[in-house]
């Protein structure tokens, strides 16, 4: 069995999804809702695993309000995985979720060196592809953490 490694650069080795699972403290995913069962990131399992998603599917039962918070640091291209991000806030906008999306601009300028600028014309590109992946940006509230910082 080859070791397995999993970090932000590199997944190699025998992938031990119940060690990710317990690693992670989160739970396996068990029987949802069909409307779930229809994404195809939860048919195929790619979402294999969550943490407190029963609180969603309460909220998605009764109808009533959620949110749903990401973020991104935009220092390099749209890629499959910030696209399968996107993909998951799409679905969770389409059964009512408020979605926050915060950049962290300040986070690439500290520890990246990129300028804010570039942060912002990266970030723009990205905010875009949310859009043509389906998000509603004018039920998302997208912001730049250097826009709400107090220093």
């Not at 229809?38 to 609180?55: G, P, T, Y």
């Not at 749903?68 to 059964?95: C, D, E, S």
């Amino acid at each position: 069995m080859k070791k397995q490694i999993i970090n932000p650069w590199e997944v190699s080795g025998d992938i031990d999804y119940n060690k990710l699972i317990k690693e992670f403290g989160v739970s396996p995913l068990k029987e949802l809702p069909e409307v779930f069962n229809k994404n195809i990131l939860f048919r195929r399992k790619i979402i294999f695993a969550h943490r407190d998603i029963q609180r969603i599917l309460e909220a998605v039962k009764n109808k009533k309000h959620f949110v749903m918070m990401t973020g991104l640091m935009p220092t390099g291209k749209f890629h499959i995985g910030h696209m399968i991000l996107a993909q998951q806030m799409v679905f969770y906008q389409k059964l009512g979720a408020k979605i926050y999306i915060s950049v962290a601009d300040l986070e690439a300028y500290n520890a990246r060196g990129q300028s804010l600028e570039e942060s912002k014309k990266i970030a723009e590109d990205y905010i875009l592809s949310y859009a043509s992946l389906g998000l509603d940006l004018k039920k998302a509230d997208i912001y730049f953490q250097s826009s709400r910082s107090d220093n």
